[in-house]
């Protein structure tokens, strides 16, 4: 342990991420310009990922490697001094008005490299690729016929746009991760790290461990409790995948079906209040609301994800007799209750969203607590030398978020400045034929596409400047169409043909990737109905009477088991392919119709009725079941 420490100390990168965290608490109390915070935090976020991820496989010798990345860490404190020399003059400047000098046009060019080089350092060339094509498109642009084009737009123009105003690299994005992401990233490292994480997994394993289907019952419950803290449904699969899955497997469930349950419950942690991922920090910064009214809106959504999911595990497991676990698989989980304390810091967080706190002091209070609550017991105690790790966790997972982040800069300056979003509204309704649902369609499509291969967060940025504009145009409201948008975006991580979840998944269990993705597909069928349910009913998203939410959000709940039921093929006995048929449209019928309607009315009695009526005339035969193993 002392070695490890020393070793810690001693690596530059801890020392950066110290000062990285200090930064940031520092203006969290001391707030300063943008021009000084956001490009601050943005160097140290560069610094950070050219120092944790080195240059290799170039087959260049060792030394030239080295070299580039010597002077790539150059160059990016060259940009650092640049912004702090330049601070008075880029906060006093006006725009379009001001002069642009040759080294103003010299640190554009040397950002815009540097955030690319970072990107595919980071996330891989799919983003990379992306950027660069919004970059030729607003360099090139003007030679494009027809709509497509616009009026050329001078380096010197861009040099400004991208680097010395709030309104590119610098702009909501980068404002974003200043402001929200980096202190939940916080919160979550350090929660992880005193035990939090296991706690869920151990909560899990107690709650619903011994009931039926307990395997993929625990995978479900532990992935979304692990949503509370962590924002990545890869990083999720990994943390608790790696416990999950096995567990899964020795119940009797295939290793298909055992990864595609974790990628898909790991998945809807991105849905989960009351962090919900990265992207809905955005959505807040984006809408200009507060956080907390988008965590509140994200509830029900959230709920009926892992309510349906839930619901398809149990009958599933009633249905093929697999899927429950031993008091072996149950033996050695240590008792609950002596750490039942350790839930304080989630506790905190709530509370303070809920009080009106801000989003950054709610979660400050957490993390402090984070910090304190483990020394109640002995049991719980974490040794303070395990603090320099935390800190250099933090930095590299901050550093891995800003980065990316940062450079979508690009992609919304120039959306604005061709008017691209425009026009791509227009030109999807026109390809829509004017047709809400096929227009619908055309965006889930587009989402969909967008995050294959995508960080959740930058598909949804990006989604949200192409997408959202058209479905206001539409006539759906700002919030359900931003919801829209981040859902389906999310969705794409267990979506073929490019699901990272479901790959990442398929690699814990040692399963055929593609395989694994066509079962998670198949299994979250219900998912790709909920978003339709808020854009027909806003009341989903907590707007509204409270009579509204509660009839909506019940029947929300309903529909989404009725489908699982039709999805499934049991409720107490097998369901032919007509009873199958019948629910699953009746659960469609009320999910995508207004609470109230007359279609919403006859679904849902339709639907209950025959459910009960299912559940009275199975109890007078013996019920019936297909051959386990699946």
Same mark, same amino acid.
């Given at each position: 342990?002392?070695?490890?420490?020393?070793?810690? =100390?001693?690596? /530059? $990168?801890?020392?950066? !991420?110290?000062?990285?965290?200090?930064?940031?608490?520092? %203006?969290?109390?001391?707030?300063?310009?943008?021009?000084?915070?956001? &490009?601050?935090? #943005?160097?140290?976020?560069?610094?950070?990922?050219?120092?944790?991820?080195?240059?290799?496989?170039?087959?260049?010798?060792?030394?030239?490697?080295?070299?580039?990345?010597? #002077?790539?860490?150059?160059?990016?404190?060259?940009?650092?001094?640049?912004?702090?020399?330049?601070?008075?003059?880029?906060?006093?400047?006006?725009?379009?008005?001001?002069?642009?000098?040759?080294?103003?046009?010299?640190?554009?060019?040397?950002?815009?490299? =540097?955030?690319?080089?970072?990107?595919?350092?980071?996330?891989?060339?799919?983003?990379?690729?992306?950027?660069?094509?919004?970059?030729?498109?607003?360099?090139?642009?003007?030679?494009?016929?027809?709509?497509?084009?616009?009026?050329? %737009?001078?380096?010197?123009?861009?040099?400004?746009?991208?680097?010395?105003?709030?309104?590119?690299?610098?702009?909501?994005?980068?404002?974003?991760?200043?402001?929200?992401?980096?202190?939940?990233?916080?919160?979550?490292?350090?929660?992880?790290?005193?035990?939090?994480?296991?706690?869920?997994?151990? %909560?899990?394993?107690?709650?619903?461990? $011994?009931?039926?289907?307990?395997?993929?019952?625990?995978?479900?419950?532990?992935?979304?409790?692990?949503?509370?803290?962590?924002?990545?449904?890869? *990083?999720?699969?990994?943390?608790?995948?790696?416990?999950?899955?096995?567990?899964?497997?020795?119940?009797?469930?295939?290793?298909?079906?055992?990864?595609?349950?974790?990628?898909?419950?790991?998945?809807?942690?991105?849905?989960?209040?009351?962090?919900?991922?990265?992207?809905?920090?955005?959505?807040?910064?984006?809408?200009?609301?507060?956080?907390?009214?988008?965590?509140?809106?994200?509830?029900? &959504?959230?709920?009926?994800?892992?309510?349906?999911?839930?619901?398809?595990?149990?009958?599933?497991?009633?249905?093929?007799?697999?899927?429950?676990?031993?008091?072996?698989?149950?033996?050695?989980?240590? /008792?609950?209750? /002596?750490?039942?304390?350790?839930?304080? /810091?989630?506790?905190?967080?709530?509370?303070?969203?809920?009080?009106?706190?801000?989003?950054?002091?709610?979660?400050?209070?957490?993390?402090?607590?984070?910090?304190?609550?483990?020394?109640?017991?002995?049991?719980?105690?974490?040794?303070?030398?395990?603090?320099?790790?935390?800190? +250099?966790?933090?930095?590299?997972? *901050?550093?891995?978020?800003?980065?990316?982040?940062?450079?979508?800069?690009?992609?919304?300056?120039?959306?604005?400045?061709?008017? +691209?979003?425009?026009?791509?509204?227009?030109?999807?309704?026109?390809?829509?034929?004017?047709?809400?649902?096929?227009?619908?369609?055309?965006?889930?499509?587009?989402?969909?596409?967008?995050?294959?291969? #995508?960080?959740?967060?930058?598909?949804?940025?990006?989604?949200?400047?192409?997408?959202?504009?058209?479905?206001?145009?539409?006539?759906?409201?700002?919030?359900?169409?931003?919801?829209?948008?981040?859902?389906?975006?999310?969705?794409?991580?267990?979506?073929?043909?490019?699901?990272?979840?479901?790959?990442?998944?398929?690699?814990?269990?040692?399963?055929?990737?593609?395989?694994?993705?066509?079962?998670?597909?198949?299994?979250?069928?219900?998912?790709?109905?909920?978003?339709?349910?808020?854009?027909?009913?806003?009341? +989903? +998203?907590?707007?509204?009477?409270?009579?509204?939410?509660?009839?909506?959000?019940?029947?929300?709940?309903?529909?989404?088991?009725?489908?699982?039921?039709?999805?499934?093929?049991?409720?107490?006995?097998?369901?032919?392919?007509?009873?199958? !048929?019948?629910?699953?449209?009746?659960?469609?019928?009320?999910?995508?119709?207004?609470?109230?309607?007359?279609?919403?009315?006859?679904?849902? *009695?339709?639907?209950?009725?025959?459910?009960?009526?299912?559940?009275?005339?199975?109890?007078?035969?013996?019920?019936?079941?297909?051959?386990?193993?699946?």
């Amino acid at each position: 342990m002392v070695s490890n420490l020393n070793t810690t =100390l001693r690596d /530059p $990168k801890t020392w950066l !991420a110290l000062g990285f965290v200090t930064f940031q608490f520092w %203006i969290l109390f001391n707030p300063q310009q943008p021009h000084l915070e956001r &490009p601050a935090h #943005l160097v140290i976020a560069l610094l950070m990922t050219f120092l944790a991820l080195p240059l290799s496989g170039t087959g260049l010798p060792r030394f030239v490697e080295r070299s580039v990345d010597g #002077l790539i860490l150059l160059a990016t404190i060259g940009v650092g001094v640049y912004y702090w020399q330049e601070m008075p003059r880029l906060t006093s400047r006006i725009e379009n008005v001001s002069p642009i000098e040759w080294y103003d046009m010299a640190l554009a060019a040397t950002l815009v490299v =540097l955030l690319l080089e970072a990107v595919r350092r980071t996330v891989g060339k799919i983003l990379l690729a992306v950027i660069v094509a919004f970059i030729c498109y607003g360099a090139f642009g003007y030679l494009l016929p027809g709509g497509i084009g616009f009026s050329a %737009i001078d380096f010197d123009a861009w040099s400004e746009i991208l680097a010395m105003t709030t309104s590119g690299i610098l702009g909501v994005t980068t404002a974003t991760s200043v402001n929200f992401i980096f202190y939940f990233i916080v919160f979550g490292v350090i929660y992880s790290a005193v035990g939090g994480g296991q706690l869920f997994i151990d %909560i899990a394993m107690r709650m619903v461990g $011994k009931s039926r289907g307990g395997g993929a019952k625990v995978a479900i419950v532990g992935s979304s409790l692990m949503g509370t803290i962590s924002g990545s449904a890869v *990083a999720n699969v990994t943390a608790t995948g790696v416990f999950t899955i096995p567990l899964m497997r020795r119940t009797g469930m295939s290793g298909e079906r055992a990864a595609a349950v974790e990628a898909i419950a790991s998945t809807g942690g991105q849905l989960m209040p009351p962090i919900m991922g990265i992207a809905a920090f955005v959505m807040a910064e984006l809408l200009v609301i507060p956080y907390a009214e988008v965590a509140l809106a994200g509830v029900f &959504p959230a709920l009926a994800f892992y309510f349906a999911l839930f619901a398809s595990a149990d009958l599933h497991a009633r249905k093929y007799g697999i899927g429950t676990l031993t008091d072996e698989d149950l033996r050695g989980i240590a /008792p609950v209750l /002596p750490r039942i304390h350790m839930l304080l /810091p989630v506790v905190v967080l709530v509370a303070g969203l809920m009080m009106g706190y801000s989003a950054q002091i709610a979660v400050t209070l957490a993390t402090v607590t984070c910090l304190l609550v483990p020394f109640v017991r002995k049991e719980t105690r974490y040794p303070l030398s395990e603090l320099p790790s935390m800190i +250099l966790e933090t930095g590299k997972q *901050a550093a891995t978020i800003a980065v990316p982040i940062a450079a979508i800069g690009i992609v919304i300056a120039v959306a604005i400045q061709s008017n +691209l979003a425009l026009k791509f509204a227009s030109g999807l309704i026109s390809v829509g034929g004017g047709s809400y649902a096929m227009s619908l369609i055309l965006v889930i499509l587009g989402c969909i596409v967008m995050g294959m291969g #995508l960080p959740t967060v930058a598909a949804y940025i990006i989604g949200a400047i192409l997408y959202v504009p058209a479905l206001e145009t539409l006539g759906v409201e700002p919030l359900q169409a931003h919801f829209f948008v981040m859902y389906f975006c999310i969705l794409s991580m267990v979506t073929p043909p490019v699901s990272l979840a479901s790959f990442a998944a398929a690699g814990v269990a040692k399963t055929d990737a593609m395989k694994t993705s066509m079962v998670a597909f198949a299994m979250c069928g219900v998912a790709f109905l909920i978003p339709f349910a808020f854009i027909a009913d806003k009341a +989903l +998203l907590f707007q509204g009477s409270y009579a509204q939410i509660a009839i909506a959000g019940v029947g929300l709940i309903v529909s989404t088991l009725v489908w699982a039921m039709g999805l499934t093929g049991f409720i107490v006995r097998n369901l032919n392919l007509m009873e199958r !048929a019948m629910l699953m449209v009746c659960g469609a019928g009320a999910m995508i119709t207004q609470t109230g309607s007359l279609i919403w009315s006859v679904s849902m *009695a339709v639907s209950v009725a025959y459910v009960v009526i299912h559940i009275v005339m199975a109890r007078r035969r013996p019920v019936t079941g297909i051959v386990a193993g699946k």
